[in-house]
């Protein structure tokens, strides 16, 4: 295991990958990949024969992208791969000599971006980790975008429900129920999920009396 430079725990969106973890078992290979990288103008980070920990190394060292070479993901390769994605997510190019439809799914169900088969080029190098870092890109955009539309639709269920509460509490129209809780979210400096949720959580507490 080799350590060849380190990075900042801040990862800076870029236009184009500039930095690469690699790892790679076997010697050979890991040479000729790291050499079909550095000639292709990318900055080796870290380097190293094994994929145990890789979320944490991905978090230490910041890499625009992560290359692992392998004859076919283990099951070790494949856990570690899952638990990056879930933990650091990150762009990764498998390199590798199996190429069963199996395998292949196993792997890119972990959130691989790109698995190549038998072809260490340094000419094809930057469009298969410019690629792979752009499709990354795009598939954080759209998790991101599901995200924030699943809060909403939490959010506005919350505020439905307590809209619903206080009407038939205060006996009031739900534009009026509506306007109680803008303003108290208002007065408190909070957001009116937050002010919806007290809400519920107040008045069913009076109600279980």
Request: charged share 25%.
């Given at each position: 295991?080799?350590?060849?430079?380190?990075?900042?725990?801040?990862?800076?969106?870029?236009?184009?990958?500039?930095?690469?973890?690699?790892?790679?078992?076997?010697?050979?290979?890991?040479?000729?990949?790291?050499?079909?990288?550095?000639?292709?103008g990318?900055?080796?980070?870290?380097?190293?024969e094994?994929?145990?920990?890789?979320?944490?190394?991905?978090?230490?060292?910041?890499?625009?992208?992560?290359?692992?070479?392998?004859?076919?993901?283990?099951?070790?390769?494949?856990?570690?791969?899952?638990?990056?994605?879930?933990?650091?997510?990150?762009?990764?190019?498998?390199?590798?000599?199996?190429?069963?439809p199996?395998?292949?799914?196993?792997?890119i169900?972990?959130?691989?971006?790109?698995?190549?088969?038998?072809?260490?080029?340094?000419?094809?190098?930057?469009?298969?980790?410019?690629?792979?870092y752009?499709?990354?890109?795009?598939?954080?955009?759209?998790?991101?975008?599901?995200?924030?539309?699943?809060?909403?639709?939490?959010?506005?269920?919350?505020?439905?429900?307590?809209?619903?509460?206080?009407?038939?509490?205060?006996?009031?129209?739900?534009?009026?129920?509506?306007?109680?809780?803008?303003?108290m979210?208002?007065?408190?400096?909070?957001?009116?999920?937050?002010?919806?949720?007290?809400?519920?959580?107040?008045?069913?507490?009076?109600?279980?009396?």
């Amino acid at each position: 295991m080799k350590k060849l430079d380190s990075h900042s725990n801040i990862h800076t969106e870029r236009d184009t990958p500039k930095t690469i973890m690699l790892i790679d078992a076997r010697e050979r290979r890991r040479r000729l990949l790291a050499q079909a990288l550095e000639g292709s103008g990318y900055q080796l980070v870290f380097v190293s024969e094994t994929a145990e920990h890789l979320s944490v190394l991905a978090q230490r060292y910041i890499p625009d992208v992560i290359v692992i070479g392998v004859s076919g993901p283990d099951s070790t390769t494949l856990a570690n791969l899952t638990a990056l994605n879930e933990t650091r997510p990150a762009p990764v190019v498998v390199c590798a000599e199996e190429d069963t439809p199996q395998v292949i799914q196993k792997t890119i169900i972990t959130g691989v971006c790109a698995y190549i088969v038998d072809d260490i080029q340094q000419q094809r190098m930057n469009s298969i980790i410019t690629v792979a870092y752009l499709r990354f890109i795009e598939q954080q955009k759209v998790k991101e975008q599901l995200l924030k539309s699943q809060d909403a639709l939490a959010n506005r269920i919350v505020l439905e429900k307590a809209k619903g509460l206080l009407m038939a509490q205060r006996d009031i129209s739900e534009q009026q129920a509506f306007a109680m809780i803008r303003k108290m979210s208002m007065d408190k400096g909070q957001p009116i999920s937050k002010v919806a949720t007290d809400i519920i959580d107040l008045l069913t507490l009076i109600a279980a009396d």
